[in-house]
């Protein structure tokens, strides 16, 4: 399966066409550090701690003195009749008669998203040049008819300005075939990137468990901040007692400069939900890379080092040994986003105000850039945290040089990467949504809208675990195979002789198009 010792494989770019000094060859070099890690980054384990600490704090503050009922003062019977409709209740108790009724084949048609993730990874592996051209002209031939929609009802309209967008669909269309016969060489890497991936993450079955640990904290954590903010947001100035049932009520007043905490709470809900994207991250990218560099490059036997299952590990590291690190690139996204929601309060605050909601939409574009940009960096970040227990700023530097230093577009293949597990998620919830409807109409059913709403929004999520632990390993295994390239230059690689040869002919051109521009 894997190269003989003689077929030395050769870096794909020098160092000096790209930025910082390329690594020395280490013969001893395994890929993934496994010994004995320090803590990094510890100033901000500790804001994280602290921040929250003071969250629980103003929880058990709103739990004391908050009152949701007076949200909603329903021991009126005036107020009932008026805000209240009963017809609103009788849909609510027929949906949720429907939803007991069909309560088995809902969970069926939810279980199986599950095995059809299972059969993605599979397939994916199998099949993968099938899938990704399949995804991008599905992707296309929907634009191309969109526009052919847009066409037909300005026309039935006669609508100039519909007929444009028509126009412009079109175009689009147009364009995104020419990149396909264009980037044919880049689809073909990504392809190549997602077969070895898919066979990382079938040889770690136990990143499923380490990605349901991740949600189960995720969801507890939504739950708890849910209530907390609406007890916060009822705290009242005084006590509000309806005298009988023929007062219609007055709505009651709240204390305006407790609910200034929310401002807080909402700072944390984005601080700690970005944590726990980057622990999941930093799960994903510890085991694949443990197996990436757990081969042996010689005969491709598997070397098994370390004790417990990587993707295990690798989570329990996320909140000891990388926790500070993961808080520190965690709170730079939160930042950013808390940025952009005062941004959107203001902008709704002033609405009237033409020239500040002009400036205001200015200040978004520039906050949406640099969130997209410090996304990036913070994904391959994680990776190198996870690989090799560096600090943030350390993980960060180090891994963007060694991709820019190779010459790759990144971007390019994680748009074809992000698009093709896009359609993958709707292609197989969709089917998920058919197997449901199939099984509601052998038991002769009725097909209503809620359960099928539901089952498509259970299987989308768990469809998305899937897309997205595919989508960190293809990042990861680009990473670990920069590194291997570089570290063993001399020697022998981890990669697949398949995607080696793949990345060292496209390396080889792009090399020697840059030396002809220079002639």
């Known amino acids: ?5 003689e077929d030395n494989r050769k870096p794909l770019l020098s160092a000096q066409e790209g930025h910082g000094k390329a690594y020395a060859h280490d013969p001893n070099f395994h890929g993934v550090d496994k010994g004995k890690r320090s803590c990094n980054d510890i100033i901000f384990a500790i804001l994280f701690i602290a921040m929250f600490a003071a969250m629980l704090v103003i929880s058990s503050v709103a739990f004391s003195k908050g009152n949701p009922q007076l949200l909603l003062p329903s021991n009126s019977p005036q107020y009932i009749d008026q ?10 108790q027929d949906a949720v008669a429907s939803l007991k009724q069909d309560r088995n084949i809902l969970i069926w048609g939810v279980l199986s998203s599950i095995f059809l993730g299972v059969a993605w990874i599979q397939l994916m592996k199998t099949f993968t040049k099938a899938f990704v051209y399949i995804s991008l002209f599905l992707g296309i031939a929907g634009v191309a008819g969109l526009g052919v929609y847009f066409l037909t009802l300005g026309m039935k309209q006669n609508n100039s300005s519909i007929n444009i967008v ?7 269309a147009f364009l995104f075939a020419l990149l396909l016969i264009f980037l044919k060489k880049k689809i073909a890497l990504t392809c190549a990137m997602f077969t070895e991936t898919c066979k990382g993450v079938q040889h770690s079955p136990t990143l499923f468990v380490s990605a349901l640990l991740t949600i189960a904290l995720f969801v507890a954590f939504v739950v708890y901040w849910t209530f907390s903010f609406i007890y916060l947001y009822s705290i009242p100035d005084k006590n509000v ?3 009988g049932p023929s007062d219609i009520p007055h709505p009651p007043t709240f204390n305006t400069s407790v609910r200034n905490l929310m401002y807080f709470m909402i700072f944390g809900f984005l601080w700690t939900s970005a944590f726990l994207s980057a622990v999941f991250q930093h799960s994903v990218a510890g085991a694949i890379a443990c197996w990436y560099f757990g081969r042996d490059s010689s005969n491709g036997a598997n070397r098994e080092s370390g004790v417990g299952s990587p993707a295990v590990v690798s989570f329990f590291q996320a909140f000891t040994t990388s926790f500070g690190s993961l808080a520190f690139g965690s709170l730079v996204i939160a930042i950013v986003e808390f940025l952009e929601f005062l941004l959107r309060q203001s902008k709704k605050a002033n609405a009237q105000n033409k020239l500040l909601v002009f400036i205001i939409s200015c200040l978004q574009c520039v906050l949406g850039c640099i969130e997209g940009i410090v996304q990036w960096i913070n994904k391959f970040a994680y990776i190198y945290v996870a690989m090799h227990g560096y600090s943030f700023c350390k993980s960060a530097r180090g891994c963007f040089e060694l991709i820019s230093r190779n010459a790759f577009t990144a971007v390019i293949m994680d748009l074809i990467g992000s698009f093709v597990l896009l359609m993958g998620k709707l292609f197989f919830t969709a089917v998920s949504v058919a197997i449901t409807v199939g099984l509601l109409q052998h ?5 209503t809208s809620v359960p099928l709403i539901l089952v498509a929004i259970g299987s989308f999520l768990i ?13 990861t295994v680009f990473v670990c195979y920069l590194e291997d390239l570089e570290r063993n230059k001399d020697g022998n690689v981890y990669m697949s002789p398949e995607l080696h040869n793949m990345l060292q002919e496209k390396a080889e051109a792009a ?7 220079k002639v």
């Open 511 to 517: 090399k020697n198009s840059s030396v002809s521009h």
């Open 443 to 447: 038991y002769d059913r009725p097909l």
């Open 241 to 243: 007692e309806f005298t």
């Open 166 to 172: 028509a126009y412009v669909l079109f175009g689009l």
């Open 1 to 5: 399966m894997w190269a003989p010792e």
């Open 463 to 475: 469809l998305h675990i899937t897309g997205h632990i595919i989508g960190v390993g293809v990042d």
């Open 83 to 92: 805000y209240g409709p009963s017809y609103v209740e009788g849909r609510l």
